[in-house]
């Protein structure tokens, strides 16, 4: 009776524990499997640029951006031949800066 039981806790006990160590209980994950985006964009300011809420000229300005500020280029938008748009995001710490800054807008290049 106690050598089933004791068998019993023994095989409960690494039938838990055992799978936790192997690659498919999530442990042992490889950075290949996330998938970081290879070729981001960064655009550097040389001169002072409006930030919009949307691709248009007369849409809302959110703010204004400074020159040397660091963007991240998320899509691109071409409106006709000679206008193009740039949805960007603004480099930032999430930890530290106020939740509701505005981090996301459209550029016009």
């Given at each position: 009776?106690?050598?089933?039981?004791?068998?019993?806790?023994?095989?409960?006990?690494?039938?838990?524990?055992?799978?936790?160590?192997?690659?498919?209980?999530?442990?042992?994950?490889?950075?290949?499997?996330?998938?970081?985006?290879?070729?981001?964009?960064?655009?550097?300011?040389?001169?002072?640029?409006s930030l919009?809420?949307?691709?248009?000229?007369?849409?809302?300005?959110?703010?204004?951006?400074?020159?040397?500020?660091t963007l991240?280029?998320?899509?691109?938008?071409?409106?006709?031949?000679?206008?193009?748009?740039?949805?960007?995001?603004?480099?930032?710490?999430?930890?530290?800066?106020?939740?509701?800054?505005?981090?996301?807008?459209?550029?016009?290049?």
């Open positions: 009776m106690i050598k089933n039981v004791l068998k019993n806790f023994c095989l409960i006990t690494f039938a838990l524990i055992a799978p936790i160590t192997l690659p498919a209980g999530g442990i042992q994950k490889s950075l290949k499997q996330n998938k970081f985006p290879n070729n981001i964009n960064e655009i550097i300011l040389s001169s002072n640029t919009y809420s949307c691709p248009e000229i007369y849409a809302k300005e959110l703010l204004v951006l400074n020159i040397g500020t991240s280029v998320l899509r691109n938008w071409k409106v006709s031949k000679n206008e193009n748009w740039v949805r960007v995001e603004l480099a930032s710490n999430k930890f530290l800066d106020h939740p509701n800054k505005i981090l996301k807008g459209w550029i016009k290049m």
